[in-house]
């Protein structure tokens, strides 16, 4: 089932800017992951964050998690074409292994 | 990382017929999952399928629609049954990392249309 909501649902960029994105969510999690999914293909998974971390970097991308507030937030820093996609957030909650996608954000990137 | 495929990549079938979809993991695995994604829309968990043992459905979700297989540890299907267009999707397959509350890797899809 569906727990994380996204928000924006599009958004629209030039290349070289940076693109945040946010995900809410509603229970107690084990972690939070990111996912990228171009043009209805299969998912790539991105970054993983842990309940007890706060900040996690990956090369172009900074993810964010405030358990308090029960909310994520991936930037992505320097944008390229590339980076079009839709980006799921999805959490694992506790004592549990499946993960609960988010809607979704479309990111376009403009050359 | 696992390197996961699907079979087949695309289908456009007749209602009231059923599909089935094959997973493949260059690597053996424990748990298997499949998901939906209707159009436009999220993913949705279908069920988890352990070798050897029967697959746990999702709520919304049952066998007589959706038999699963999990003959081995690399291997598993998935049929839509007496489909109707409402089960116009993508239907993916993806596997644990390594452990629970890991990260999953996924298949390319299976995008089905329903006519």
């Known amino acids: 089932s569906q727990q994380g909501e996204e928000d924006p649902q599009a958004l629209s960029i030039q290349e070289g800017e940076n693109a945040t994105m946010n995900c809410s969510y509603k229970?107690?999690?084990?972690?939070l992951q990111w996912y990228r999914q171009n043009s209805g293909r299969g998912l790539v998974h991105l970054i993983l964050?842990?309940?007890?971390?706060r900040e996690k970097h990956s090369g172009r991308l900074r993810v964010t998690l405030d358990t308090s507030k029960k909310s994520s937030s991936l930037l992505i820093t320097a944008s390229r074409a590339a980076d079009t996609a839709s980006y799921f957030c999805?959490?694992?909650?506790?004592?549990?292994?499946?993960?609960?996608f988010g809607a979704g954000t479309t990111v376009t990137v403009r050359a | 990382s696992a390197v996961i495929s699907q079979k087949p990549s695309r289908d456009i079938c007749q209602r009231g017929t059923s599909l089935t979809i094959q997973c493949q993991v260059d690597?053996?695995?424990?748990?298997m999952f499949w998901y939906r994604q209707q159009p436009g829309q999220s993913l949705t968990l279908i069920a988890t399928?352990?070798?050897?043992?029967?697959?746990?459905?999702e709520s919304g979700f049952v066998i007589d629609k959706f038999p699963i297989s999990r003959p081995n540890l690399t291997f598993s299907t998935l049929t839509v049954s007496n489909m109707s267009p409402e089960d116009s999707s993508i239907y993916l397959c993806?596997?644990?990392?390594?452990?629970?509350?890991?990260?999953?890797?996924f298949g390319p899809g299976t995008r089905l249309t329903v006519l």
């Open positions: 229970t107690s999690i084990n972690n």
């Open positions: 999805a959490t694992v909650d506790l004592n549990d292994y499946k993960l609960s």
């Open positions: 399928a352990n070798q050897g043992s029967e697959a746990t459905y």
């Open positions: 964050i842990r309940s007890n971390e």
């Open positions: 993806s596997v644990d990392a390594g452990g629970p509350a890991d990260t999953q890797y």
């Open positions: 690597s053996q695995v424990t748990m």
